[in-house]
DNA sequence: CTGTTAGCGCATTCAA
DNA sequence: TTGAATGCGCTAACAG
C-alpha cells in the first residue's frame, strides 16, 4: 500500500504539500498539486481513513444499531436516516446488535468508531447506552425514553395515543369483545400501546377479559400461535388488536387456516402501517407512525449535536390511524347475539 | 476521554503494561493487571478502537455494501452473511452505494475501513471495485462476474437456468404468448434471466415478439406501467414472466386495476422469492434463490481470503422454481381462439 | 506557497 | 514481569 509519503517522494514535495494538494487545500500552487495528483495516480494511492480519522477525532459518519439488520426493520425510518445524512454530507454505516456484547454494535459503539448513533435496538441495554454517550458523541434513541442524560436524545412515536385511536376505531363500530395481542412485556412501545388500548375500553365502560389477553413477541409466529389459542379456546371476540402488524398478519394467517372470515366474522387491526400490510387479504387496518419523519429528524438530531447548536431535547411524534379492509362495522344481529351471552 | 495513558498513570505502571493488562496478555502479573482493570472502570476508560485498527492494520469488520439500506434487498443474504460472521467472530456493518463517489461505500472500500467487503450494488463500477480489491482487502460481488481479479470472487445465481425454467412452466402449461417484464438492461441478472426465457421459447420454438418485451427496472412502479402499457396496447399476452418480483407484483397490480384476473386471465410469474411473494393474491410463482446460503458462503470466502487460505475461485448458484397460485395451466378454449389470432 | 514537526491513541519490540 | 521508545498514516500548526 502506498502511503502519502511515498507520493511526496516521488512528486518531489513535503508530506504536508501532498496532503493539503491531496485533499483540494487552497494553499497549494496547481502545478505543485497537478505533481501530487499524477504521483498518487501512478502508485495507486488510497488514503487510509483511519489514520485519517484518528488524527483527526471524528469520522464524519453515524452508527445506525438496528436489532437485526436482515429486518424486518422500518425501511421508511432508514430511507429518512439515509437521505438526511446524505444531504449533510455525512456517511452512514449500519450494523446489528445481535450477539450481545460481542456484537459490531457494542463494540463501535463503546470504541466510538463513528460520531454519533442513532439506535433502534430493543436488546441494548440502557446503561451501555448511557455510557457510550457524550457530548462528542450524540445518540438518539427511538424506542424508548432515556431522560436525563445530556448527549442521549428520545425520539418516540405516541403508542399511547395510536393505542387509544385503534382501539376507539373497533369500540365506534360496535365492538366490545376485544382481545389484545401484546408484544414483549419489556417493550415500550407495547406498553403504551396497550395503555392506549386499555384507556379506550375504559371510557366506553367496557371491562377487559384477562383471557382476551395474549402475548405475541411480536412476531408473525407470536401472533398466529396465539390466535391459535384463541380460537381453541372457543369464545371468540368479534375484533383483535394486535401490538404490531407482523403479529396481525400471524393472527389472520390463524383465523384464515380456520376457517374465520376477515372482517366478516373477526376485525383485525395492527399497529406500525409495514409495508406487507397493504399486500395482505384482506387489507390490514392499522396505525401508521411517520417513520420517515423519524429517521429524519433523528439524522437532523445528530447532525446539530455534533456542530453544537443544539440543546437537548426530546420529541414525541403523532399516529395516524390508517382504514382499510380487515376491519368493519359489528353486524346488528351479531351485536345482539353477543350481548345475551 | 480517559486513554490508555491515563490508566497507566493512574494504575501506576507503564503504558504498555496496561496495553497487555488490558488485552488480557499473560505477560502480566495477576495484581498489576487488576490495578491496572480498576483503574480503567474507576477512568470509565474506553478504548479508542480506530488508534487500535490503526496500528494493527485491520479492523477485524468486514463491510457489506448495499444500494439501498432502506431495501428491498435480500434479508436471507443479509442473515447468512450476518450469523456466519458473527460465528467467526468478525464484525459486519453495512453500507449503500447511494450518492455515488461520495456515497459511504466509496469511500469506505477506498479507504478500505474494513478487512474485505461483500458488494450487492448494481450501480458500483466494476472499475472501482477492482481499485480497491487487493491480497488484504478481498472483495465478494455477488451480482455481478469479475473474472481476472485474484482478490474478487464472484458468487453469482444462476439465473439464466432460472430463467429457463420459469419460461419452460410456462410453456410446458400451454403458454405460447409470454411477455417479458426486463430489468434494468445494465443488469446481469437480468440479462441472463432473459437469455433463459430466450432459450426456452427457442426450444419450443415460439417466436419472441418485441412488442411484449417490457422495461420495469426491477421495481414495482416500473412493473406496475409497463403492464399498463401493455394492457392498453389492447393484444394482451396469456402469461408474462416479470424479472423479478418486485415487478411482478407491480404487474399483478396493473391487472387487478384494469379488472384482469389472475390466474384465470393471465398468469404471472416472478423471480426472487422475496418475502412478499407468500402475500400476495394470488401467491406469486417464482424462482427462488438460496439467498442464505449465498450469504453464508460469501463470508467465507472472505474470511478465509483473509486467512490465506484459500485460492479464488468463483461459485455459481442454483435456483428453485416455487409454483405458487398466480401461474396456472392455459385453458383449453382459450389455446384455440389465441391460435387463430 | 512549501517544508518541518508534533502528535492522534494504541500495540509491540527491545532492554532491563 | 515491566518500562521506554518507536511508529502505524495522517493532519495541521507553525515557521520559513
Redesign the interface.
Known sequence: ?ATIKDVAKLAGVAVSTASYALNQSSKVAPQTARKVIDAARVL?Y?????????KRNK?D?IL?ILH?????FY??L??GV?DTL?SL?Y??????S??GR???AS??L????ADGAIILASNLGDQEIE??A?KDFPIVVLDRLILNHDSIMSVVVDNKSGGYEAAKHLIDRGHRDIAYLSGPLDSRDNLQRRKGFEQAMQEAAIPIRPKWLLKGEFTRQGGYLATKMLILQGDLPSAIFAGNDEMA?GAMNALKDAGIKVPRQISVIGFDDI??SR???PQLTTVSQANYEVGSLSAHLIYRSIKEEIAKKDYIMPTELIIRDSSRELMKEVRGQREQV
Open positions: 500500500m495507486n488510497q488514503k487510509n481513513g483511519i489514520a485519517r480519522d484518528l469520522t459518519t445506525l437485526n439488520l436482515a429486518g424486518p425501511s421508511e432508514v430511507r439515509q446524505q454530507n456517511g452512514l454505516i449500519a450494523c446489528s445481535m450477539g460481542d456484537s459490531t463494540r463501535f463503546a470504541e466510538r468508531r455510557r457510550a457524550r398478519i409495508e406487507m399486500y395482505t387479504t
